[in-house]
């Protein structure tokens, strides 16, 4: 049977798969059951699961998150690792070497520090340092380069696609621009960085699966939706049970 890092591999190798993002070890077990392939964490979803607020977490609660995704299921499992919990780029390998120590196949580092953006040239120097940090200690493992530009209000495509183009230089595996808006600004950034795997979060778009996938994305996450929905569904439920005096029927 192929490990989890084959297994994840082998899924950025061609067609178009759904990455759900559980918040905990239920969660994670009930989208095994549906049957998708792979898993990742979600940093919004375990700060909401933590009664914080995203960003707000400490490595520490991010690498037992991590841990235990990756022993409720045997799916691959690729790590929403924020900014990698350290401002320079000696803090981010650090950082991303005892993240590996969890069992992740796969890691993201983002590029946003605050509400803005680190510069480029750190912004390269942070995915290397990650690089080499995973290349150290499990070399299995894939690099998810992130630019958080169209989520903090600098949405120009061309500047996104420069950083995701330098991401992929500095050893990125993967790339993966939250935020972008049309099945056109999608295929642009397939294209540009091809043939590099491109990660899409869904939502953001009005696109199906399929849809999406005929723009030659790789790979679709859910980010922080899923667990939305779940506490959206859990605040209904007391809201009902406060004016009403009743549970809505289980469904």
Avoid at 53 to 75: K, P, Y
Avoid at 148 to 169: P, T
Avoid at 176 to 184: C, H, M, N, S, V
Avoid at 220 to 231: E, Q
Wanted: glycine share 10%; hydrophobic share 45%; charged share 25%.
């Amino acid at each position: 049977m192929p490990d989890a890092y084959t297994t994840f591999r082998k899924l950025h190798e061609g067609g178009c798969f759904v990455l759900p993002n559980p918040w905990d070890v239920g969660s994670a077990r009930r989208l095994a059951v549906k049957g998708f392939k792979a898993l990742a964490s979600t940093s919004a979803g375990t700060a909401w699961a933590l009664g914080k607020q995203d960003g707000e977490i400490t490595l520490d609660e991010c690498l037992a998150h991590l841990r235990m995704l990756c022993t409720a299921t045997d799916l691959p499992v690729n790590a929403d690792f924020e900014s990698g919990f350290a401002d320079s780029s000696e803090g981010v390998a650090t950082s991303v070497a005892r993240a590996m120590e969890t069992g992740v196949a796969g890691l993201s580092i983002e590029d946003r520090v605050g509400k803005t953006l680190y510069p480029i040239e750190a912004g390269v120097e942070r995915i290397r340092a990650a690089r080499t940090a995973i290349d150290r200690t499990e070399p299995r493992a894939l690099l998810v380069g992130r630019t958080e530009g169209f989520l903090v209000g600098r949405d120009d495509l061309a500047e996104v696609i420069r950083r995701l183009k330098a991401y992929s230089d500095a050893g990125a595996d993967v790339l993966y621009a939250p935020g972008l808006r049309t099945l056109d600004q999608v295929a642009e950034v397939v294209a540009a960085v091809a043939p590099k795997p491109v990660n899409v979060l869904l939502g953001f778009v009005d696109a199906s699966v399929s849809e999406l996938a005929a723009t030659g994305a790789r790979r679709l996450s859910t980010g922080a939706a899923l667990a939305a929905a779940a506490w959206k569904g859990l605040e209904k439920a007391a809201d009902t049970l406060i004016e009403s005096g009743r549970l809505p029927p289980r469904g």
